[in-house]
């Protein structure tokens, strides 16, 4: 099976490698649009911040290349983000896979932000929870939240409910880091390249 993970000024790759090696999946971190294009399974990763992030996927020409994938493509934390319309963080135009869903910052003052630990996901539909079980525990660190659409599949409270995984077709994305979420987030990968 051939691996991409998408290479973009993005912090946690080298964490995502180490999680997809414990599974036994070889990758290869790239931003070359072949090498994408051809693969079997995409991981879209991020730690960062989506002003920037965009800036760079607009100058590599990479936004059209992710949108266009037909294979499927698995965004995590802020890559699952900028899988969708806009960000408030830094007033910031997404790529628009999903294409009616918004990314808002936490803005309850009792909250601490940005959300860093384990949280509970609910409400799990779908192959990528396939032997989940309900209210399972996974780690999030973000200051920011994708809205409940109708393309939510997992929730998580956090002041308020909002999505903690999201789909679209071959497209998935979950706001917490399955390569730091122990074997709930192993079971995840697993799930994801067995679809």
């Not at 990763?45 to 037909?70: C, D, H, R, W």
């Not at 790529?95 to 509970?120: A, C, H, M, T, Y």
């Not at 973000?142 to 809205?147: C, L, M, N, S």
Request: aromatic share 10%.
């Amino acid at each position: 099976m051939k691996v991409s993970v998408i290479k973009y000024n993005a912090g946690n790759i080298q964490s995502v490698l180490f999680a997809l090696k414990r599974i036994n999946i070889e990758a290869t971190v790239t931003d070359d649009h072949e090498e994408i294009m051809s693969s079997d399974k995409v991981i879209f990763p991020g730690v960062g911040e989506a002003g920037s992030a965009m800036k760079y996927l607009n100058e590599k020409k990479l936004t059209n290349v992710i949108a266009e994938l037909n294979q499927p493509v698995l965004g995590i934390c802020l890559g699952m983000q900028l899988l969708c319309r806009y960000s408030e963080e830094n007033n910031t135009t997404c790529i628009g896979v999903f294409d009616d869903v918004e990314i808002k910052k936490f803005n309850n003052k009792e909250l601490r932000v940005p959300q860093i630990g384990w949280n509970s996901i609910q409400n799990l539909s779908g192959p990528l929870f396939n032997d989940i079980d309900e209210n399972s525990y996974c780690y999030f660190v973000h200051g920011y939240f994708a809205e409940l659409c109708s393309n939510t599949i997992a929730r998580t409270e956090y002041g308020s409910p909002y999505s903690s995984a999201i789909q679209k077709n071959n497209f998935y994305g979950v706001q917490f880091h399955p390569e730091k979420s122990a074997e709930t987030g192993e079971t995840i990968l697993k799930n994801f390249f067995n679809l």
